[in-house]
C-alpha cells in the first residue's frame, strides 16, 4: 500500500531551478489576480473621465467669451512683464471714419469702436427711402468707400448687417411686414459688400423689423414719436475679425 501522508517540502533543500520556477509562478498567478482586480475600476474610471469631458464641452458650447475681460488681461500682462499692447480696431475705427469723413456723411453715419469690432451705424434715409428696398445711389458710394479702406484685409474680416424698422405697418404691393422688409434691406447691403470682395462666407444678414427699436416708437399713450421712429429706421454694420 502507498503512503498517502503528506510530506513537508523544505524550501532550502530544493535545486535552484525548481525554486526559479515556483517564484515565476507565483509572480504570475499574484499578477493575473492584480490585472482582475484592477479592470472593472479602470472601466469605471474611463467612463466617469468620458462623461466629465462631454459635460465640460456642452458648457463650453454655451459660453460667450468675454471679450473685454479677455483684452484687459493682455493689457495688463503687457505693462506688467514690459511688453507693448494695443488696443483692437483702432486703426480700422480711423479708416473707416475717415471715408465717412470723405463722403461728408458725419450727420447721418458713425461708426464707433469695441472690443469685438467696429460698428457702423446708417440712419434710415441715408441708404433706402420709405418702405423701399433699392439702395439710394449716395448711399451706396458710402458703403463702397468703407470697403476700400479696409481693401487689403478683407480677407481677415466678417460682417453682420442688421436692418431696422420703425412700427409703423407697411404698406407694399409685394413686402408684408417689416420682417421682411429689414432682412431685404439687409441682404441689399450684403451684395454691395460681395461686389466689392467680400465672400458669402463672411456675411452675415439680419432682419430685426421693429423688435429692437433704439428709443420708443410711442409715448405710454400710445401717440406716434417722429423723431424716435425715424432713429428706428437704421442699418447697423458690424465689422470684425
Known amino acids: 500500500m502507498r503512503d498517502n501522508t503528506a510530506k513537508k517540502i523544505d524550501v532550502q533543500k530544493l535545486p535552484e531551478t525548481t525554486l526559479a520556477t515556483t517564484d515565476h509562478h507565483a509572480d504570475f498567478f499574484n499578477h493575473k489576480r492584480s490585472e482582475e482586480g484592477e479592470g472593472p475600476w479602470l472601466v469605471s474610471y474611463a467612463d466617469l473621465m468620458t462623461l466629465l469631458m462631454g459635460f465640460f464641452a456642452l458648457i463650453a458650447s454655451f459660453s460667450k467669451p468675454d471679450l473685454k475681460a479677455f483684452e484687459e488681461v493682455k493689457k495688463s500682462a503687457a505693462e506688467k512683464f514690459g511688453g507693448e499692447y494695443s ?62 479702406s479696409i481693401q487689403g484685409e478683407i480677407k481677415g474680416y466678417k460682417v453682420t448687417i442688421e436692418g431696422h424698422t420703425d412700427n409703423v405697418p407697411i404698406a407694399h404691393p409685394i413686402i408684408s411686414s417689416n420682417w421682411e422688409l429689414s ?34 416708437n410711442v409715448t405710454a399713450e400710445g401717440s406716434a414719436l417722429p423723431l424716435n421712429q425715424a432713429k428706428n429706421r437704421r442699418v447697423i454694420i458690424k465689422i470684425y475679425k
Open 87 to 148: 488696443e483692437p480696431y483702432v486703426d480700422v475705427e480711423k479708416r473707416i471714419n475717415a471715408a465717412i469723413k470723405a463722403s461728408h456723411s458725419e450727420e447721418s453715419v458713425t461708426a464707433t469702436r469695441g472690443f469685438d469690432g467696429v460698428t457702423v451705424k446708417f440712419d434710415g434715409k441715408t441708404l433706402f427711402n420709405s418702405g423701399e428696398f433699392k439702395v439710394k445711389e449716395d448711399g451706396a458710394a458710402i458703403i463702397h468707400q468703407i470697403v476700400r
Open 183 to 216: 432682412a431685404i434691406r439687409a441682404a441689399r447691403i450684403a451684395q454691395i459688400f460681395e461686389t466689392d470682395g467680400f465672400s458669402k462666407e463672411q456675411l452675415t444678414i439680419q432682419g430685426w423689423g421693429e423688435t429692437k427699436p433704439a428709443a420708443p
